[in-house]
């Protein structure tokens, strides 16, 4: 299983922080990832990062957020930071096998579990 937490409303130029509890599965060889679905637009790639420490960026987010993960504590984190209200949405945490190419890690079909979502928006 996997459950957000984290979201919330935030002027522009502010920061939110998200995580993803999983459980359920051998956190440390499973890649992660976070998606959204924004108003108007089907849901697509955030973040993601793998076991040993490749991470991989939207370029609408890069520079901006950064995706980490506590093996220890089986949770992953988005540190979202200069969020603009284009950014607004439903953001998905996700996981998928250690063996998903990087290829596939950009598409939902690599990811067997989902959570639920949380709601960020950004507005003034």
């Known amino acids: 299983q996997l459950a957000e937490s984290g979201g919330g409303l935030v002027q522009p130029g502010g920061s939110l922080r998200l995580s993803c509890a999983v459980s359920g599965r051998t956190f440390s060889t499973t890649t992660m990832g976070w998606f959204r679905r924004t108003p108007g637009k089907e849901r697509e790639f955030v973040s993601a990062?793998?076991?040993?420490?490749?991470?991989y960026y939207a370029d609408s987010v890069k520079g901006r957020f950064i995706i980490s993960r506590d093996n220890a504590k089986n949770m992953v984190h988005l540190q979202m930071n200069s969020l603009k209200p284009e950014d607004t949405g439903v953001y998905y945490c996700a996981a998928a096998p250690s063996s998903t190419i990087l290829s596939e890690l950009w598409g939902t079909r690599a990811y067997d579990s989902w959570g639920q979502g949380t709601q960020v928006t950004v507005s003034s």
């Open positions: 990062a793998r076991r040993f420490g490749g991470t």
